[in-house]
């Protein structure tokens, strides 16, 4: 049995072509009705037990998979007491900065007014 539910931050649809390039793995196209590829959420759910073999390439494929997700599970589960699992929980990179009007110190004295200065002479402190 294998299960996943991967977000990703860009399109789903290009994160699994580059998995399937990377791992070298068309899982896929092998299951086409275990898998639901959205706008930027791919779910995985696979029933059977199938040989160890085509385990393999579909765990390399969820490995590259988690790589580029932002959040989610992925669980491979073989008999009789194997169980794999990976999560995904990188954050998303943050948004820029968005300066406004209010956002925005202004400075608060943009042309100063130069300090007064003194120029009265010291009384000479030296007895001439």
Request: hydrophobic residues 40%.
């Amino acid at each position: 049995m294998a299960y996943a539910e991967l977000h990703f931050l860009d399109s789903a649809h290009l994160a699994l072509a580059r998995a399937m390039e990377v791992s070298g793995s068309d899982a896929p196209t092998a299951l086409p009705d275990a898998w639901l590829v959205e706008d930027r959420k791919i779910t995985l759910h696979a029933e059977g037990d199938g040989p160890r073999a085509d385990l393999v390439p579909l765990k390399q494929l969820l490995t590259s998979l988690l790589r580029d997700a932002v959040r989610g599970e992925a669980v491979i589960e073989m008999p009789p007491h194997e169980r794999w699992s990976q999560r995904a929980d990188h954050a998303p990179p943050a948004p820029p900065a968005v300066l406004t009007a209010d956002s925005v110190d202004p400075d608060p004295d943009p042309d100063p007014e130069p300090a007064e200065v003194d120029l009265t002479p010291e009384p000479n402190p030296i007895p001439t």
